[in-house]
């Protein structure tokens, strides 16, 4: 299983990015994550989606400004970020679990991780 993010960049508070995860393996009955580990800080949580269900979670810090979704045919998992604040900023990483693991929020119930993409917000 391999996962790759990007989309990363920098933007200006108030501004958009769009991070996409795309995804090599099975995917019915997974759940995939986004997570984001800021400077000095522990990761956390930031979205989840269940493939087979569309299912998702958010994390109250993002819930109305970012949204996660997942595309079938290229077997991607996007998340949307608008409304962007400087506390936005970190290495965004996602994720994915084994088949049959429900969404979580919890780092340790998510067995794959890509590389990482920088996302920089400027005030």
């Known amino acids: 299983v391999q996962l790759q993010a990007s989309g990363g960049g920098l933007v200006q508070a108030g501004g958009s990015l769009r991070l996409s995860c795309a995804f090599s393996?099975?995917?019915?009955?997974?759940?995939m994550g986004w997570f984001r580990q800021a400077p000095g800080k522990e990761r956390e949580f930031v979205a989840a989606?269940?493939?087979?269900?569309?299912?998702?979670d958010y994390a109250d810090s993002v819930k109305g400004r970012f949204t996660i979704t997942r595309d079938n045919a290229k077997k991607t998992v996007d998340l949307q970020m608008n409304s962007l604040k400087p506390e936005d900023t970190a290495v965004y990483y996602c994720?994915?679990?084994?088949?049959?693991?429900?969404?979580?929020?919890?780092?340790?119930?998510?067995?794959?991780w890509g590389q990482g993409t920088q996302v920089t917000v400027s005030s």
């Open positions: 989606i269940n493939w087979s269900t569309s299912i998702t």
């Open positions: 994720a994915t679990t084994v088949p049959g693991r429900p969404i979580g929020r919890s780092e340790s119930e998510y067995t794959y």
């Open positions: 393996g099975r995917t019915f009955s997974t759940s």
